[in-house]
């Protein structure tokens, strides 16, 4: 099961102190907008997002469709057929992708800690 490009979420009380750290770190935006409250981050092959006001928790996050710098891949599978599987496999998502739909969508899950899990489609 291919899930799509890896990040972390980030729940981040003040955007510009958080940039600013993990630029310490050496990691630097190449995606997102600031003011809008949201920032990814990429140093090397690790991939991480900021938010300021949008997640209730750190959220571990996969992107069906694009590869770590957050490109289109060619061929992927579509969240939908992904939450088809897992619920097959008897997880229950928290908040499912319409399976009628196609296209940009997302389904939740909790991994036995509590942990949101979002799978994102963009496309």
């Known amino acids: 099961m291919q899930l799509g490009a890896f990040s972390?979420?980030?729940n981040v009380k003040d955007i510009q102190a958080s940039r600013a750290f993990y630029e310490q770190l050496g990691f630097e935006a190449f995606m997102g907008d600031a003011a809008q409250g949201w920032l990814i981050l990429r140093n090397g092959t690790s991939v991480i997002g900021l938010?300021?006001?949008?997640?209730?928790?750190n959220t571990l996050t996969f992107n069906p469709g694009w590869d770590a710098e957050a490109q289109d891949v060619l061929e992927f599978t579509d969240l939908r057929a992904l939450q088809r599987e897992l619920k097959a496999r008897g997880l229950t998502p928290e908040r499912e992708a319409d399976e009628s739909g196609s296209g940009p969508d997302y389904f939740l899950l909790r991994d036995p800690d509590g942990n949101p899990i979002l799978v994102d489609q963009h496309r």
């Open 8 to 10: 972390l979420s980030l």
């Open 51 to 57: 938010f300021q006001g949008m997640l209730e928790r």
